[in-house]
């Protein structure tokens, strides 16, 4: 299946507010899991079923309830039905190929942005669609599996941290998109590390395992420049987006992201710019090399055809040769083929051509 771009045949035709999952299952189970909080008070529960997170809309409180798990339609329908959400808002979280997107609605904004995390033991990154609806008092985050990157921010809540404890819901959705795009940056330095490595042996030492780890270093940075740079359009948007749901106090963090998101897209931009150079010195290199040995190669061929020019008329087979039966003409033949070979030698170093 394509890497970039997945659709199944299943999908065509459908409505657009249908509640169908589209993408891959990466959970079996839905957990929910909600943090409700104001600057005295904290409560965090694990709840069993939607109806459990209802009463917490009516809260005078910030409600972040987190949802792990986006394939099962029956929940979608009754969190929709409970906080009163467009299901077109739900099929669109249910939706995790669809491109990174900000959207207002009636009485919520939708977002969507993709979420990358590196496996430090495997050496490898995921990526799961992140979707968050927001209203004025409760934000609800949709992740495909459970695990996620936002444990600083479940810390700093739990931890009586004055910033995000005395903001709203504008303010938890910007700390949990600004460790997304951390997140990026993060990614793209470990990226760098490894591509700033390789510029030392590109151009000492150029093998077939150097240019296999530029190819395989492209792939991977294409690869993140296809997630990241649709989350600078979102970005872009949201920070220019005047709603009821974001206080005027919020939009400075909300250009913050725009920074953070334009210092990673820029930095992908450098290395890829990187990995073009090397792979051209790459090539360069080899071509050097190439050329060396068909210099040497000539010169030595050049060297030689006087040389056998002299020794294929030394040996003709004719009975009246002068100096065939003289003492020293096999001496007087090498001395002549050594000066001949040291003149053209000199000739060439004078000319600079090795």
């Avoid at 051209?280 to 060297?303: A, P, Q, W």
Wanted: net charge neutral; aromatic share 12%; glycine share 2%.
């Amino acid at each position: 299946m394509a890497r970039f771009i997945k659709k199944t045949k299943e999908e065509i035709g459908r409505a657009p507010d249908e509640l169908f999952h589209r993408g891959e299952r990466k959970t079996e189970e839905v957990f929910i899991r909600v943090i409700d909080f104001d600057a005295n008070t904290v409560e965090e529960n694990a709840l069993k079923k939607v109806a459990d997170a209802i009463s917490y809309q009516d809260k005078k409180t910030v409600t972040w309830l987190n949802i792990d798990g986006l394939h099962n339609k029956n929940v979608m329908r009754e969190i929709s039905q409970g906080f009163n959400l467009d299901e077109l808002v739900l099929a669109n979280v249910m939706n995790t190929t669809a491109r990174p997107t900000v959207h207002e609605y009636d009485n919520c904004i939708f977002i969507s942005i993709r979420m990358l995390q590196l496996d430090e033991e495997t050496n490898t990154i995921s990526v799961e669609n992140l979707s968050l609806v927001l209203t004025k008092s409760v934000l609800i985050s949709f992740q495909e599996r459970k695990g996620d990157v936002f444990e600083p921010i479940r810390e700093r809540i739990r931890n009586k941290r004055k910033r995000i404890r005395n903001g709203w819901t504008d303010y938890l959705a910007f700390a949990l998109l600004d460790i997304v795009i951390d997140n990026y940056i993060y990614i793209l330095s470990v990226l760098g590390e490894k591509v700033e490595a390789l510029e030392e042996s590109v151009g000492d030492q150029p093998n077939k395992s150097t240019i296999k780890k530029i190819n395989v270093y492209k792939r991977e940075l294409n690869y993140l420049r296809r997630n990241i740079r649709p989350a600078k359009e979102m970005i872009l948007a949201l920070s220019k987006m005047e709603s009821e749901f974001i206080f005027e106090s919020t939009y400075v963090h909300f250009k913050e992201l725009r920074d953070n998101i334009n210092q990673a897209t820029d930095t992908s931009d450098s290395y890829r710019e990187i990995l073009n150079d090397q792979l051209n010195l790459y090539h360069t290199s080899i071509s050097t090399k190439l050329n060396d040995i068909m210099k040497f190669l000539t010169i030595f061929s050049v060297v030689f055809i006087p040389l056998t020019f002299i020794a294929g008329i030394y040996g003709t087979n004719f009975d009246n040769v002068p100096e065939l039966h003289y003492k020293y003409s096999y001496h007087i033949m090498w001395m002549v083929m050594i000066v001949v070979a040291l003149s053209m030698l000199y000739y060439f170093k004078k000319r600079k051509w090795f």
